[in-house]
């Protein structure tokens, strides 16, 4: 409905008339691909995510809603770099709920999101907060209670490769600079839907 409005009312509010951003239908239309590629793909998902695969009638609308988080966190993070708490935390006690529900590898899952978190809090700390946020050790927590111990280390692996490849990319097109920050809750958030939907073609069955 928001996409139908907005192209109905050629791009401007209803009432004053002022032009609306591209941004607001773009994300509308993002996310819209998104929940379309979750239902599609909600096999492969269960699949390459057992807690997924576990869930039974709940694991789509759980999907969506980490989905939907994750997605958010992308866009917040890219535009102003920080990763809101709020969603974070949201996703860590929908997925904490669903690991009880399931009942099993809660231990394991837990350890899991410990561990990411604990993998990126020492470069935090190595690096007093320039080479990584607090926001993305707790977004670590939170994707390593969804992923376990070995899809979250591919996971991870896959953030950093892509996030110094663009990083490249940027510094040679001129569009960053060493020593310049870059939001990395991006290349998390890309890297978690590769793994979720793609985690196959990373030897994760």
């Known amino acids: 409905m928001p996409l139908v409005s907005y192209i109905v009312l050629g791009a401007r509010c209803k009432r004053c008339r002022r032009k609306i951003s591209s ?25 390459n995510v057992p807690l997924v695969g576990s869930l039974g009638l709940i694991a789509l609308p759980f999907l969506l809603l980490v989905l939907l988080l994750f997605w958010g966190i992308f866009i917040v993070d890219l535009e102003r770099q920080i990763i809101p708490d709020e969603m974070v935390f949201i996703g860590m006690a929908a997925t904490l709920s669903a690991l009880l529900f399931v009942g099993e590898n809660f231990y394991i899952s837990l350890l899991s999101g410990l561990a990411a978190g604990l993998f990126l809090l020492i470069i935090n700390l190595a690096t007093r907060g320039r080479g990584m946020g607090m926001g993305d050790v707790k977004l670590a927590v939170f994707a390593g209670l969804i992923l376990g111990p070995q899809k979250a280390s591919v996971w991870l692996f896959l ?47």
């Open 23 to 47: 941004r607001y239908p773009l994300i509308e239309f993002s996310t819209l691909i998104l929940f379309i590629l979750a239902a599609v793909f909600i096999d492969k998902a269960a699949v």
């Open 159 to 205: 953030a950093f490769l892509t996030g110094a490849i663009i990083g490249l990319i940027l510094i040679v097109i001129g569009r960053a600079r060493f020593g310049k920050k870059i939001a990395f809750g991006p290349f998390l958030v890309i890297s978690f839907f590769a793994v979720v939907f793609y985690g196959e073609y990373f030897w994760l069955k």
